[in-house]
């Protein structure tokens, strides 16, 4: 009867799924409630027995839900054979790999303890917030609370070369910011169909400004808002139409001279709260879910005795960082890779010789 025919990839992944408990067994109150049809019958009743575990009727009706019938098909004899027989297969070969070790194994170790805590926080965090209802008040707070997001007008960003003056200065020391900014807007104009090149000149020329950083204005509207440009800079920077484009002249500021490249633009934006409110009911689910998870894994931390052995830690650091120095880094950056068995130890036979 329960001759395997599965596929071995199949019974790989149900091999890494059935220890974690993906589908819980009746006695944990997850399986499907008795028939209505079979009164006689109870989500408890054995179908199959290997060794010590036995799969009971709960069992068996909660995997069938995970491979539903194909359209129009009807439970027969035939279908639950197959799936007892799935679930039997699968119970062995589990078994097996218990009794070897491979639960101990560092990665399969870890891809259990990744689905375990994922289900732990579906299960004691995530269901008990989406449980919890959020109001249309508590919305249209959250949406007032994040206004700019949905509601406002027309922004541009700036590439800017900002020689800064000091408003004590006399007028020789005016006068001698003023050539410098003249001579890098020269050299701006002369290779101004190039956007690298005022990048260049941004770190060669430009003074750090007090409201944003160097070289980059961030997104404001034509009064200057949010950065709290000088208006006369942020309605001069309003007359440029193309991402890209340079001001051919230069801006005098309260602060100093400008240099300015558009950089982007922003249309107006207008959504009304209806039209956001079920956006904004997930976004406030994630949030909340976000903050719920973390006091409840910092509450179990409380409860759990960690304590780092610093000499090893120390150890394995410095070890790290001399791999990182021998490995080469491409010219695009990034991360290097580490060999395989840095953190992983070589496998070896475990179980009962």
Do not use: W
Request: proline residues 5%.
């Amino acid at each position: 009867m329960f001759e395997s025919k599965r596929k071995p990839n199949f019974m790989i992944i149900l091999l890494l799924l059935f220890p974690i408990g993906l589908f819980q067994k009746s006695k944990n109150g997850l399986a499907a409630e008795k028939s209505e049809n079979s009164p006689s019958i109870s989500v408890e009743d054995t179908f199959v027995e290997v060794d010590d575990e036995r799969i009971d009727v709960g069992y068996l009706t909660s995997y069938m839900s995970t491979r539903p019938l194909r359209a129009y098909s009807q439970v027969i004899a035939k279908t639950v054979e197959q799936r007892l027989e799935e679930l039997v297969t699968c119970e062995v070969l589990c078994q097996q790999a218990l009794r070897i070790g491979l639960d101990k194994e560092p990665e399969i170790r870890h891809r259990i303890q990744q689905i375990l805590a994922q289900s732990l926080l579906e299960e004691m965090v995530n269901k008990p917030v989406r449980e919890q209802e959020i109001t249309d008040r508590e919305l249209q707070a959250y949406y007032n609370q994040h206004v700019n997001e949905f509601q406002r007008p027309a922004q541009i960003r700036l590439a800017d070369i900002f020689i800064a003056v000091d408003p004590a200065a006399d007028s020789g020391q005016r006068k001698q910011k003023k050539k410098q900014a003249e001579k890098a807007l020269a050299e701006v104009l002369a290779h101004k169909d190039q956007r690298l090149e005022f990048g260049k000149r941004v770190l060669k020329y430009s003074d750090t400004p007090e409201k944003y950083p160097k070289g980059n204005t961030g997104f404001f509207d034509i009064e200057g808002k949010p950065v709290g440009l000088d208006t006369k800079l942020a309605r001069e920077a309003f007359k440029l139409e193309k991402v890209g484009q340079v001001c051919e002249h230069i801006i005098k500021a309260d602060d100093g001279y400008h240099i300015i490249m558009l950089a982007g633009k922003r249309e107006a934006l207008h959504k009304p709260f209806e039209r956001v409110k079920e956006q904004l009911r997930r976004r406030m689910y994630r949030e909340r879910i976000e903050l719920a998870q973390n006091e409840y894994i910092e509450s179990l931390k409380q409860k759990c005795r960690i304590k780092i052995n610093q000499d090893v830690f120390d150890k394995f650091v410095r070890e790290q960082e001399e791999r990182a120095k021998a490995v080469e880094v491409g010219r695009t950056g990034g991360f290097p890779t580490f060999p395989r068995d840095v953190n992983v130890p070589p496998r070896k036979p475990r179980g009962p010789k």
